[in-house]
């Protein structure tokens, strides 16, 4: 009995997690065709097949939806950073989590693409996704302290609203060390997704996401092959002749 509520759960959420991904898929792309601001909830939710109501099931308004790509690959590497062996440090573990969702973002390059154009092209989308990269990049921060054993009780529970007194009082609580890799592996994987998205043709984004992290383990030394630095410029100057 426990077995059959338990696979019953399992399909609840797996079609939950279905629709939700067929609304940000067809709100991006009728964003891309038609641009954002001429895109409505009730556009969105006849392209992906559902009403109204049950988009707003999932999303509290319209441009919640165009910043969700992605959305459950957030708590998946906090899983996956906790559940990683214990031999590992903590960039090999965070690289090794991130490397986990490389398979959905080669499947779905072209929405990723797609979702890049529509927030270049709506400053307004772009702000709120700067919003949702900063409270992820925070909860990921807290589940590297608590790998590295410095969390906190704090940590538990819902984020609470950015610069709040709960949310200061839950950053203070965090270590510079797990911000500083948070952001840094953050930052690493946007720039290989980057790099990666004008050179589709000629390497793939597992290769070029191996090559950035292996710069980040290597303390980013130069490159062998790059030309030595030029000398510093010399102070030295000849003596200046007295005026008569």
Same mark, same amino acid.
């Given at each position: 009995?426990?077995?059959?509520?338990?696979?019953?759960?399992?399909?609840?959420?797996?079609?939950?997690?279905?629709?939700?991904?067929?609304?940000?898929?067809?709100?991006?792309?009728?964003?891309?065709?038609?641009?954002?601001?001429?895109?409505?909830?009730?556009?969105?939710?006849?392209?992906?097949?559902?009403?109204?109501?049950?988009?707003?099931?999932?999303?509290?308004?319209?441009?919640?939806?165009?910043?969700?790509?992605?959305?459950?690959?957030?708590?998946?590497?906090?899983?996956?950073?906790?559940?990683?062996?214990?031999?590992?440090?903590?960039?090999?573990?965070?690289?090794?989590?991130?490397?986990?969702?490389?398979? *959905?973002?080669?499947?779905?390059?072209?929405?990723?693409?797609?979702? #890049? !154009? @529509?927030? %270049?092209?709506?400053?307004?989308? /772009? $702000?709120?996704?700067?919003?949702?990269?900063?409270?992820?990049?925070?909860?990921?921060?807290?589940?590297?302290?608590?790998?590295?054993?410095?969390?906190?009780?704090?940590?538990?529970?819902?984020?609470?609203?950015?610069?709040?007194?709960?949310?200061?009082?839950?950053?203070?609580?965090?270590?510079?060390?797990?911000?500083?890799?948070?952001?840094?592996?953050?930052?690493?994987?946007?720039?290989?997704? *980057?790099?990666?998205?004008?050179?589709?043709?000629?390497?793939?984004? #597992? !290769? @070029?996401? %191996?090559?950035?992290?292996?710069? /980040? $383990?290597?303390?980013?030394?130069?490159?062998?092959?790059?030309?030595?630095?030029?000398?510093?410029?010399?102070?030295?100057?000849?003596?200046?002749?007295?005026?008569?």
């Amino acid at each position: 009995m426990v077995e059959g509520v338990s696979a019953e759960g399992g399909l609840r959420e797996r079609k939950k997690r279905a629709t939700r991904a067929a609304l940000v898929e067809a709100a991006v792309r009728l964003a891309a065709e038609h641009g954002a601001e001429h895109v409505t909830v009730d556009a969105i939710s006849a392209a992906a097949g559902v009403s109204t109501r049950t988009f707003f099931n999932y999303f509290d308004s319209r441009d919640e939806v165009f910043v969700m790509v992605g959305a459950d690959a957030g708590e998946r590497v906090r899983r996956a950073v906790l559940a990683a062996p214990p031999e590992l440090s903590p960039l090999d573990a965070l690289r090794d989590a991130f490397a986990a969702e490389l398979e *959905e973002v080669e499947q779905q390059k072209e929405l990723w693409r797609l979702h #890049a !154009d @529509v927030l %270049r092209k709506a400053p307004q989308l /772009l $702000a709120r996704r700067i919003g949702a990269h900063m409270a992820d990049e925070l909860g990921l921060a807290e589940t590297l302290a608590e790998r590295i054993g410095t969390g906190s009780p704090l940590f538990a529970g819902d984020r609470p609203e950015f610069a709040s007194p709960g949310d200061e009082e839950r950053r203070r609580a965090l270590g510079l060390y797990p911000r500083l890799l948070a952001s840094v592996g953050g930052a690493a994987l946007r720039v290989a997704f *980057e790099h990666w998205s004008v050179r589709q043709e000629e390497v793939s984004f #597992a !290769d @070029v996401f %191996r090559e950035t992290f292996d710069h /980040l $383990a290597a303390g980013l030394v130069p490159p062998p092959g790059t030309p030595p630095a030029p000398p510093p410029p010399t102070t030295d100057e000849p003596p200046r002749k007295r005026m008569q």
